[in-house]
């Protein structure tokens, strides 16, 4: 049996972007390695008065639709269309514009592959000014403006 778990987790990645489309520009995107280097990990967070709230949202995916002997069939747009309704209260904070962030993050994904999942950190990789690949590329990240 083929393992979707890197292809429906890559999912979660299109719906950040789908939510950019829907002006939910403020939402940001967090990709991470479990402890155990076995599980990616991916938060949605946003940033409200230098209080950074997230939604561990490999979780709620998991939870609703993972077998990673089935590939997830619901559209981009259904999975948007769930998680708006399930998180309206945290997406209400994420409503407004972040143009470059929004750019620079489609541009990232227009370079992953197919089920290629990125990470910013792990317990072996620090933060830096780029994000790995399960494929073991770099993704240059957005410089942060202060």
Avoid at 37 to 43: D, E, F, K, V
Avoid at 101 to 129: H, N
Wanted: aromatic residues 14%; glycine residues 4%.
């Amino acid at each position: 049996m083929e393992n979707y778990y890197n292809t429906n987790m890559q999912k979660i990645l299109f719906v950040a972007r789908e939510l950019h489309k829907r002006g939910y520009e403020k939402l940001r995107v967090e990709p991470s390695i479990s402890p155990t280097g076995l599980a990616w990990r991916c938060s949605f967070f946003v940033i409200v008065e230098e209080i950074k709230k997230s939604i561990i949202v490999s979780s709620w995916i998991g939870k609703l639709f993972m077998d990673e002997n089935n590939k997830i069939e619901q559209s981009l747009q259904e999975l948007t269309d769930l998680f708006e309704i399930e998180y309206k209260d945290f997406l209400l904070l994420c409503k407004g514009e972040n143009c470059e962030y929004v750019k620079w993050y489609s541009e990232m994904l227009e370079k992953l592959q197919e089920g290629e999942l990125p990470y910013a950190y792990s317990d072996y990789f620090s933060p830096t000014d780029f994000w790995k690949t399960s494929l073991k590329n770099k993704i240059q990240i957005l410089a942060e403006k202060n």
